[in-house]
């Protein structure tokens, strides 16, 4: 075993050797540190992630001290592949819990030298010093050490990770738990022994229990924003530019599938603001300029829904340059009077890019068009763009707070639609709406527009569009109900809204999307009965023709 763990080791250390001889350009710095596995370690710390790409790209100049310190590492990786062989020779037991002095026995014989001390002689003293060092303070102090221990027990745990497996089966019992007090509420004279005050009390805890298991589910922006300034620090170097990263609002906790999502639009974000936002220092000393750029990325929260905004202070989107890629690409009609705010949305179309060449950073046909799509898709949220006054440009995402509904408890309106009960997700519902003849207008192609209030809907009957009987054909008799995903909205006309309630949406356990193509996300469990969940993010892109 002690030849395996050795032919495994040397290849190491013969890297390490290689900077030692002077050979120490970037890229045998990265290959010893591949070697290693250091560049593959995830750390919670943004500085330190800095301070190991600025060694790998040579900034850091290799010393003495930096290679002592990587064969260091070497010997801790022999070390503990021989330990996991159990080939160690005497393992030092646990400092922190010393076992009480045995009777005077001989001293053991020192272990032998490592195998590769020829190789490794400045790694191998320094592990022995701090050994040595470490074992001498316990023969000096040994009663110190237990009473460190019970004081280090005696501290709260202020936080805690929960597997994501284990809240997910929490919040199926959740489930579980409203449906049977649906069940409970809706059984009429059958629940006559329980009294109102127990399921009052019931309602209570199932309440309590679900705010209790969203808020398990939060976690803070901190999480994806640290990494970040990594990012910008690696790009900016790249392209040779002066960049100064802010991050307010890291605080701000959302939940775990809102933050997932949100990790690659903002990667996004921000490579577009270092390579199309700032210039070069010397393009920015030219124009007066102070040569180092800003770049802000800024999250708050205002009502039921997150913010997330990158900003930066440098050129700003050249919306006479957008327009001309606009009408090459045929997304608008030469002659049309289109405002500046209306002019950079096409930055947001699918392959749109002014990028004069490819670069590994931009001009690749992708990018704005992705984060559109992840968030006003994913996220159910919407972005905008604007030019900054003092110069410089910002990109917002706005974000529903609302967790995804494609499984879990959610609030919703409770609808029938001819002989069927459907189920549409409260939080893609705006209003209800009692409809008169004159709201209604048809169209030429047979079309129907509906006025709500003033603003204008596209009118969809549920029962024609899904082949449902409909009972009520004339639209006085029904209800209208206005939805919105992102920027498409929508009227749909109901016979009756039953009711508005919590069910639990769970999907299909057969491929239904691949056999029938209806706007339907999946069952809705109400108590006694269960209806189909309407997909208003499927229905409203049919019409939008996304």
């Known amino acids: 075993m002690r030849e395996h763990v050795a032919q495994c080791v040397e290849p190491m250390e013969d890297k390490i050797l290689l900077l030692e ?8 710095v990265r290959e010893a540190l591949d070697v290693l596995g250091l560049s593959h370690l995830k750390l919670g710390s943004a500085q330190i992630t800095t301070l190991l790409d600025m060694f790998a790209d040579g900034i850091t100049p290799v010393n003495q001290d930096l290679v002592t310190a990587l064969l260091r590492i070497c010997e801790a990786h022999r070390r503990f592949l021989l330990t996991l062989a159990g080939a160690l020779n005497q393992p030092r037991p646990a400092i922190s819990a010393p076992a009480p002095a045995p009777e005077p026995a001989p001293a053991p014989e020192p272990a032998p030298a490592p195998e590769h001390a020829a190789m490794a002689p400045a790694g191998a003293a320094l592990l022995q010093d701090i050994e040595q060092d470490l ?6 102090h040994p009663e110190q050490h237990p009473e460190q221990a019970g004081q280090g027990s005696k501290q709260s745990i202020s936080s805690i990770r929960v597997p994501t497996e284990r809240l997910d089966n929490l919040i199926e019992l959740v489930g579980k738990l409203m449906v049977t007090f649906a069940v409970l509420s809706q059984s009429g004279t059958r629940g006559a022994s329980l009294s109102a005050s127990t399921l009052s009390e019931l309602d209570t805890v199932i309440t309590g229990l679900q705010t209790q298991v969203d808020a398990i589910r939060l976690v803070p922006l901190r999480q994806i924003f640290l990494p970040m300034n990594r990012l910008v620090q690696s790009l900016a170097q790249k392209m040779q530019k002066k960049v100064r990263f802010n991050v307010t609002g890291d605080e701000l906790a959302l939940d775990k599938t809102i933050v997932e ?31 180092t750029g800003i770049v802000n990325l800024t999250a708050w929260r205002k009502g039921d829904s997150a913010f997330v905004e990158v900003s930066d202070n440098g050129r700003g989107i050249n919306a006479v340059r957008v327009r001309a890629k606009a009408e090459e690409r045929g997304l608008v009609e030469p002659g049309v009077e289109l405002t500046e705010e ?9 392959g749109f890019s002014t990028a004069e060449k490819v670069t590994d950073v931009s001009g690749r046909g992708v990018g704005m068009d992705a984060v559109a799509n992840a968030v006003r898709t994913t996220l159910g949220g919407d972005i905008k763009i604007a030019n900054l006054p003092g110069g410089g440009s910002s990109f917002t995402l706005s974000i529903p707070l ?33 409809p008169h003849e004159a709201d209604l207008v048809s169209l030429p192609d047979g079309g129907e527009t509906v006025s709500v209030r003033g603003q204008i809907f596209h009118l969809l009957r549920l029962g024609r569009h899904l082949g449902f009987a409909e009972d ?14 992102g920027a498409v909205s929508a009227a749909l006309f109901v016979d009756e809204v039953l009711r508005q309630q919590q069910v639990v949406v769970t999907g299909f356990t057969v491929p239904v999307h691949e056999i029938f193509n209806l706007p339907i996300l999946g069952f809705g469990m109400m108590g006694e009965s269960d209806a189909m969940v309407l997909d208003i993010e499927k229905l409203l892109g049919s019409l939008s023709g996304v």
């Open 21 to 28: 001889e002077g050979k120490t350009g970037p890229d045998a």
């Open 472 to 485: 009520n054909a004339d639209i006085t008799s029904g209800l209208i109900v206005t939805v919105r995903m």
């Open 402 to 434: 609302s967790r995804s509904v494609n499984e879990g408890i959610v609030d919703a309106l409770v609808c029938r639609v001819g002989p069927e009960t459907l189920i549409l997700p409260s939080r893609d519902v705006l209003e209800i709406f009692a």
């Open 261 to 291: 999502c949100l990790n690659e639009p903002l990667v996004h974000l921000l490579r577009n603001a270092l390579d199309h936002g700032l210039e070069s220092p010397e393009d920015r000393a030219a124009a007066g300029k102070d040569e």
């Open 342 to 350: 209306q002019t950079i949305q096409f930055i947001l179309s699918s």
């Open 135 to 140: 074992e001498k303070d316990v023969e000096k």
